[in-house]
């Protein structure tokens, strides 16, 4: 749609819902609505819930803003039922937004394009309960993580066996098989995309020990550094890598993507995060702000990109 169309239409900025990460959903939806109200658009903010059937047709929004993270917001399921509504959306479609948040088929995915990821092992719950490293997969330090979950929900770092069994039991807890991988020594990189084009890439150097929910979205616990200080080529690297598992995965709008820069080796890709949050401290706006887009531009660009994918 253009500008001008999109000017005529109610737009529905969707936040909130009922995951793990609702309330940086409220974050993000609450700065997009100013975003775009300041461009003169018609905006409606929906605090969405377990009506949210109801509440959209209620609503009586034409275009939706999907600000929702987490599950019923990035992994498919509302993108879904915009598609049955027949409201045009923003960002990525069904099954690109559910390989999204699933950190298994994705990774599936990566590989058989030939891209780099973490020597990894899937364990259902039950296995979980009884798997210890070394067997048949990677050894301490390692990453556990559930393969569902975004914003660094229930992931650990293990420096220790004594560590592990917590770990595990964390990430069990939310119903999804667990994934375990080979820590990466190094330096966090994440790239922005905006419809197909890597913007940028920047460097997190925590000041915790990981880069989790709370470093992400509390003031002054991580350093951010854009550009990335990296050589042109490696810069050029990420870039490339980035774009690649965005467009394997078939993505739209703006992502994110989460890389590691092994000490002394190569990049490995982490996700592709397919609806990255949109707060003040979140990293899309600033890689965007970095090349000149602030964030009210950057949230119509991505308004201007909203259709029905199916």
Not at 53 to 68: H, K, P, T
Not at 83 to 91: D, F, K, L, N, S
Not at 112 to 123: A, F, N
Not at 296 to 302: A, D, F, K, N, S
Request: with cysteine; net charge negative.
């Amino acid at each position: 749609m253009t500008r001008e169309e999109l000017m005529e239409k109610k737009v529905g900025v969707l936040m909130g819902g009922l995951s793990a990460e609702r309330e940086v959903s409220l974050q993000t939806g609450k700065a997009v609505m100013e975003a775009l109200a300041d461009k003169g658009y018609k905006v409606l903010g929906l605090d969405l819930g377990t009506q949210m059937v109801r509440q959209i047709l209620e609503a009586g929004i034409q275009v939706a803003f999907v600000a929702l993270h987490g599950r019923w917001g990035e992994d498919g399921v509302i993108q879904g039922l915009l598609e049955a509504m027949r409201i045009p959306y923003t960002g990525s479609g069904v099954v690109a937004s559910a390989l999204g948040m699933d950190k298994l088929r994705s990774r599936w995915i990566f590989e058989r394009h030939g891209l780099p990821v973490p020597p990894y092992r899937v364990l259902t719950p039950q296995q979980a309960m009884n798997w210890s490293p070394g067997q048949e997969g990677p050894r301490i330090p390692l990453v556990v993580k559930p393969s569902r979950e975004g914003s660094s929900v229930g992931v650990h770092i293990v420096q220790e066996e004594a560590q592990l069994g917590q770990a595990l039991q964390d990430a069990i807890s939310f119903g999804h098989p667990v994934l375990v991988e080979r820590y990466i020594p190094g330096r966090e990189i994440q790239v922005g995309i905006l419809d197909d084009r890597p913007l940028g890439a920047i460097e997190i150097r925590p000041k915790v020990q990981f880069y989790d929910y709370r470093a992400k979205y509390t003031d002054g616990l991580a350093e951010h550094l854009f550009p990335a200080p990296l050589p042109p080529s490696q810069y050029q690297e990420a870039m490339d890598l980035s774009l690649a598992a965005h467009k394997a995965l078939g993505c739209e709008g703006g992502t994110r993507v989460d890389l590691r820069l092994e000490d002394g080796g190569g990049f490995y890709i982490l996700e592709v995060n397919t609806l990255p949050g949109m707060t003040p401290l979140s990293l899309l706006p600033e890689i965007a702000r970095g090349v000149g887009i602030d964030f009210p531009e950057l949230c119509e660009l991505i308004l201007l990109g909203a259709r029905l994918k199916a």
